[in-house]
């Protein structure tokens, strides 16, 4: 009786429990990137950065559907957003950049959304695409604001809550990274389960189902785009607070499809498949990379072509695969039947 | 009362004539069942109907209101429901949270973001109320695209019932349902509430004889017969049109 009394039943104890599960899990791999890491905390902040432009990606398309080559856009949104406060508007509190860089994101991500929306399947791609592109262009073209081609620089944030230097090695910075993705996975999980997450799961999956049951698609997938818009721009912000730079980069196309390559990688739909996928991959390329200057984007290939032939759902469906790789071997005398 | 009005509904695929000026009315009440020889035009007719496909020509009055020209959800709004004859489900969801979505859409819950979907407990016991009536007790929490297709058929009921219809569409509900199944259905129709109009399209004759009181034919996209489910069985245009739709 106490068992099961103990086991959480309901599908909401199920679902906290798998929250409270993640959260433990970004604060343990953050404490031993702290611990283990000392010298590389500015990668492992970048990582950060990354994983939050994967986790926005997810929003729209692991949970919504929506075929995206473009999404680079919301994360340089925030970062420019926050960034040109910093340079030309003096502004040097961290977390006022980081609450420019959600603003900045937000915006770009329900105007993108507005135009990506309004066509589906491939023609949706390729405006996507010419939306990341046109972002590109445009802060390519007014360099007085966001240093063009040569980036953006001046960006001196002041210490966090006054008393945290952005220093040399970056422990500030990482922290403050740390911190942000635990507040918005916990977020993002609250969003994903909820009544409107529940929808947007129908959507990806029949639209006309949902239609069906009188819901309206595109005020949900434009919302979703500006909650997406939010979050990478505040992956955005943490790059240009952390690094005190931005540059065209961070809203390149490039950028774009290596976070929709993590998502696939860990596991579109899955907050924790975003995560994993993009720590991974991050982790193993930059690894890789070090070891064998030569030959390290053959390996990354490689491991691409693995996950996505042995494990179509992304990493995160590793455990459940082993699993019933163990069953199927402690029952072999069934096989046959 | 008059809940829905089709008045000479007409539409052609390319040279096909699908819908050709069918008109038809469903008071409160009613019990419809509409059949019809293979390819006559029955799911278009409820296509058009529902607005996933828009007419020719014609006019829909949803409860006096003209509803030609508007968006499929909308009307599913002010109470159109219809089930797919094809199960369209959330496959990937819980048999659960397929029913709780529509309920949580029927109560114009789904913009809410923050806590957990099945946190009003009142909605989620609705959703298993409707699954247990249906049988589906015991898969309410497996996926549904794990369970077998006859439950999966019983699931579109579970979510148009769930969905409080003033007008209820059926597309052939019994299609891939086992006979052991059927009498669910019949149960699960026989609850619904007594004023609402239900159109029922449905081969198996049993069925029809046993839950509708009027019968409608279609044959070629045209409406060839409107009367009791005992003159149908015995009308030589019926036959003829059955006849003449395998003949050709
Ligand atoms: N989108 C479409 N484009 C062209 N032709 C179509 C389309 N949908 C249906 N048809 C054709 O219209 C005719 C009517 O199809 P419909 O599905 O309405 O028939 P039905 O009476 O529901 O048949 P069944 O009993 O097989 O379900 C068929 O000849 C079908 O091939
Ligand atoms: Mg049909």
Same mark, same amino acid.
């Given at each position: 009786?106490?068992?099961?009394?103990?086991?959480?039943?309901?599908?909401?104890?199920?679902?906290?429990? !798998?929250?409270?599960?993640?959260?433990?899990?970004i604060?343990? $791999?953050?404490?031993?990137?702290?611990?283990? &890491?000392?010298?590389?905390?500015?990668?492992l902040?970048r990582v950060l950065a990354t994983a939050l432009l994967v986790l926005s990606?997810d929003?729209?398309?692991?949970?919504?559907?929506?075929?995206?080559?473009?999404?680079?856009?919301?994360?340089?949104?925030?970062?420019?957003?926050?960034?040109?406060?910093?340079?030309?508007?003096?502004?040097?509190?961290?977390?006022? =950049?980081?609450?420019?860089?959600?603003?900045?994101?937000?915006?770009?991500?329900?105007?993108? %959304?507005?135009?990506? /929306?309004?066509?589906?399947?491939?023609?949706?791609?390729?405006?996507?695409?010419?939306?990341?592109? =046109?972002?590109?262009?445009?802060?390519?073209?007014?360099?007085?604001?966001?240093?063009?081609?040569?980036?953006?620089?001046?960006?001196?944030?002041?210490?966090?809550?006054?008393?945290?230097?952005?220093?040399?090695?970056?422990?500030?910075?990482?922290?403050?990274g740390v911190?942000l993705l635990?507040?918005v996975f $916990?977020?993002?999980?609250?969003?994903?389960?909820?009544?409107?997450?529940?929808?947007?799961?129908?959507?990806?999956?029949?639209?006309?189902?949902?239609?069906?049951?009188?819901?309206?698609?595109?005020?949900?997938?434009?919302?979703?785009?500006?909650?997406?818009?939010?979050v990478?721009?505040?992956g955005?912000?943490l790059?240009?607070?952390?690094?005190?730079?931005?540059?065209?980069?961070?809203?390149?196309?490039?950028?774009?499809?290596?976070a929709?390559?993590m998502?696939?990688?860990g596991?579109?739909?899955?907050l924790?498949?975003a995560l994993v996928g993009t720590v991974?991959?991050q982790?193993?390329?930059?690894? !890789?990379?070090?070891?064998?200057?030569?030959?390290?984007?053959?390996?990354? %290939? /490689?491991?691409?072509?693995?996950?996505?032939?042995?494990?179509?759902? %992304? #990493?995160?469906?590793?455990?459940?695969?082993?699993?019933? #790789?163990?069953?199927?071997?402690?029952?072999?005398?069934?096989?046959?039947? | 009362?008059?809940?829905?009005?089709?008045?000479?509904?007409?539409?052609? &695929?390319?040279?096909?004539?699908?819908? @050709?000026?069918?008109?038809?009315?469903?008071?409160?009440?009613?019990?419809?069942?509409?059949?019809?020889?293979?390819?006559?035009?029955?799911?278009? &007719?409820?296509?058009?109907?529902?607005?996933?496909?828009?007419?020719?020509?014609?006019?829909?009055?949803?409860?006096?209101?003209?509803?030609?020209?508007?968006?499929?959800?909308?009307?599913?709004?002010?109470?159109?429901?219809?089930?797919?004859?094809?199960?369209?489900?959330?496959?990937?969801?819980?048999? @659960?949270?397929?029913?709780?979505?529509?309920?949580?859409? @029927?109560?114009?819950?789904?913009?809410?973001?923050?806590?957990?979907?099945?946190?009003?407990?009142?909605?989620?016991?609705?959703?298993?109320?409707?699954?247990? @009536?249906?049988?589906?007790?015991?898969?309410?929490?497996?996926?549904?695209?794990?369970?077998?297709?006859?439950?999966?058929? =019983?699931?579109?009921?579970?979510?148009?019932?769930?969905?409080?219809?003033?007008?209820?569409?059926?597309?052939?509900?019994? $299609?891939?349902?086992?006979?052991?199944?059927?009498?669910?259905? !019949?149960?699960?129709?026989?609850?619904?509430?007594?004023?609402?109009?239900?159109?029922?399209?449905?081969?198996?004759?049993?069925?029809?004889?046993?839950?509708?009181?009027?019968?409608?034919?279609?044959?070629?996209?045209?409406?060839?017969?409107?009367?009791?489910?005992?003159?149908?069985?015995?009308?030589?245009? !019926?036959?003829?049109?059955?006849?003449?739709?395998?003949?050709?």
């Amino acid at each position: 009786m106490a068992a099961t009394k103990m086991a959480p039943r309901s599908p909401i104890a199920r679902d906290r429990l !798998v929250t409270a599960g993640g959260l433990a899990a970004i604060a343990a $791999a953050g404490a031993i990137g702290l611990v283990l &890491f000392p010298n590389d905390l500015g990668f492992l902040t970048r990582v950060l950065a990354t994983a939050l432009l994967v986790l926005s990606l997810d929003l729209v398309t692991g949970y919504c559907g929506v075929a995206t080559l473009g999404h680079a856009a919301l994360f340089g949104g925030g970062a420019y957003a926050s960034g040109m406060l910093a340079a030309h508007g003096g502004i040097q509190d961290p977390l006022v =950049l980081l609450a420019a860089g959600l603003a900045g994101g937000l915006v770009t991500g329900l105007v993108s %959304g507005l135009v990506i /929306l309004r066509a589906t399947g491939l023609p949706q791609l390729v405006l996507s695409i010419a939306v990341v592109q =046109l972002a590109s262009a445009l802060a390519n073209k007014l360099s007085g604001w966001t240093g063009g081609s040569d980036g953006l620089s001046g960006i001196s944030p002041g210490p966090l809550f006054g008393r945290f230097a952005f220093d040399l090695w970056g422990q500030t910075g990482y922290l403050l990274g740390v911190a942000l993705l635990l507040v918005v996975f $916990a977020a993002l999980r609250a969003l994903v389960l909820s009544p409107f997450g529940l929808l947007c799961r129908g959507i990806r999956e029949d639209v006309i189902r949902v239609g069906a049951l009188g819901a309206r698609v595109r005020p949900a997938l434009v919302a979703m785009y500006g909650i997406s818009g939010a979050v990478a721009g505040l992956g955005g912000a943490l790059s240009a607070v952390t690094t005190g730079v931005v540059g065209l980069d961070s809203l390149s196309f490039e950028r774009s499809a290596s976070a929709l390559v993590m998502l696939v990688f860990g596991g579109a739909g899955s907050l924790g498949g975003a995560l994993v996928g993009t720590v991974v991959f991050q982790v193993f390329e930059h690894a !890789v990379s070090a070891a064998n200057p030569f030959h390290w984007l053959t390996l990354v %290939g /490689l491991l691409l072509i693995a996950v996505v032939l042995f494990l179509p759902r %992304g #990493l995160q469906a590793l455990p459940a695969r082993l699993a019933g #790789l163990v069953r199927r071997r402690a029952a072999p005398a069934r096989g046959g039947a | 009362m008059e809940l829905l009005r089709v008045e000479a509904l007409t539409l052609a &695929f390319g040279g096909l004539r699908v819908a @050709r000026e069918i008109s038809l009315a469903l008071a409160s009440g009613d019990r419809l069942a509409l059949i019809g020889p293979n390819g006559a035009g029955k799911t278009t &007719f409820v296509n058009l109907v529902t607005g996933q496909l828009a007419p020719d020509a014609g006019r829909i009055v949803l409860a006096g209101e003209d509803v030609t020209r508007m968006a499929v959800a909308a009307r599913v709004r002010r109470g159109l429901v219809r089930t797919f004859q094809i199960s369209r489900l959330f496959r990937d969801m819980s048999v @659960r949270d397929n029913v709780l979505l529509a309920i949580l859409q @029927r109560e114009g819950r789904t913009a809410r973001a923050i806590r957990h979907a099945a946190t009003d407990r009142t909605l989620v016991a609705e959703a298993d109320a409707h699954l247990e @009536r249906l049988g589906l007790g015991e898969v309410a929490g497996d996926r549904v695209g794990a369970i077998a297709y006859g439950q999966q058929r =019983l699931v579109e009921i579970a979510i148009a019932v769930a969905l409080r219809p003033k007008v209820l569409l059926l597309d052939e509900p019994a $299609a891939g349902v086992s006979r052991a199944e059927q009498p669910r259905i !019949v149960a699960a129709l026989a609850a619904l509430p007594p004023d609402i109009a239900v159109l029922m399209i449905e081969h198996d004759m049993d069925l029809v004889l046993r839950l509708a009181r009027r019968v409608v034919v279609l044959a070629a996209g045209a409406l060839v017969f409107d009367g009791s489910p005992e003159a149908v069985v015995s009308d030589p245009g !019926v036959r003829a049109a059955y006849l003449g739709s395998y003949g050709t």
